[in-house]
């Protein structure tokens, strides 16, 4: 979980289910920090299909091994920090309201602690960077929270916190300026993201 919240006891999940929490992971891994040489690596063996999902796979796959981490790094920096502000912004409320700070995190701060989750002291991002918020989804598929962790409350969490703008910020990353690493992590959620709302969707 990257250190982002606490993880209590993780249940048995079913394959499909470790596999959906594993890319929630792999994308907060991503989006909360620059990779490591070691993730870079990883990345690199990536194999994928014709699928959306498999096409984005592949071209990450193909970046992470020609990018060093340094270049990684000032890829991060330019796109979600930069000097003032990074070209993109990744929070809930920037996406829906305009502004930084606003009700979709004082609502998502609400859901966590109804659910029992408590993000980790060392977290300084407001909770609801996409970074974040694909973490604590990674953690409610896999159990690793005391809260309920059954489809309708995975798809409860994903409805009210992930829908409503996550493709958009997918859709961003993947066009965005200064995006060459990023831009298939920007494809991959964004198909990620519509696999995942299709099968919500027959819920």
Same mark, same amino acid.
């Not at 870079?40 to 096409?55: C, E, I, P, V």
């Given at each position: ?41 990883? $990345? #690199?063996? /990536?194999? !994928?299909?014709?699928? %959306?999902? *498999? ?9 992470? +091994? ?38 979709? $995190? #004082?609502? /998502?701060? !609400?859901?966590?602690? %109804?659910? *029992? ?9 407001? +909770? ?47 066009? %965005? ?27």
């Amino acid at each position: 979980m990257n250190n982002t919240a606490e993880i209590q006891c993780p249940r048995s999940v079913t394959d499909e289910d470790r596999s959906r929490a594993q890319m929630y992971q792999l994308l907060g891994a991503l989006l909360s920090g620059p990779p490591s040489r070691e993730l870079l690596r990883g $990345l #690199a063996s /990536l194999q !994928g299909g014709d699928t %959306a999902l *498999g096409s984005a796979s592949k071209a990450l796959a193909t970046l992470a +091994e020609r990018t060093s981490p340094e270049d990684a790094n000032r890829e991060y920096n330019n796109l979600f920090i930069g000097v003032g502000r990074g070209e993109l912004l990744p929070y809930a409320s920037y996406y829906l309201t305009g502004f930084l700070n606003e009700k979709p $995190l #004082a609502d /998502l701060r !609400g859901d966590l602690i %109804a659910r *029992g989750i408590r993000v980790s002291d060392d977290v300084k991002e407001p +909770e609801d960077h996409i970074g974040t918020l694909c973490e604590i989804m990674a953690g409610i598929i896999t159990g690793e929270f005391e809260s309920e962790s059954s489809l309708s409350s995975q798809k409860a969490f994903y409805d009210a916190h992930l829908a409503k703008w996550a493709a958009l910020f997918f859709t961003d990353l993947e066009k %965005a300026q200064t995006a060459v690493f990023y831009a298939p992590v920007g494809s991959l959620g964004k198909a990620f993201m519509a696999v995942e709302a299709d099968a919500f969707a027959l819920q």
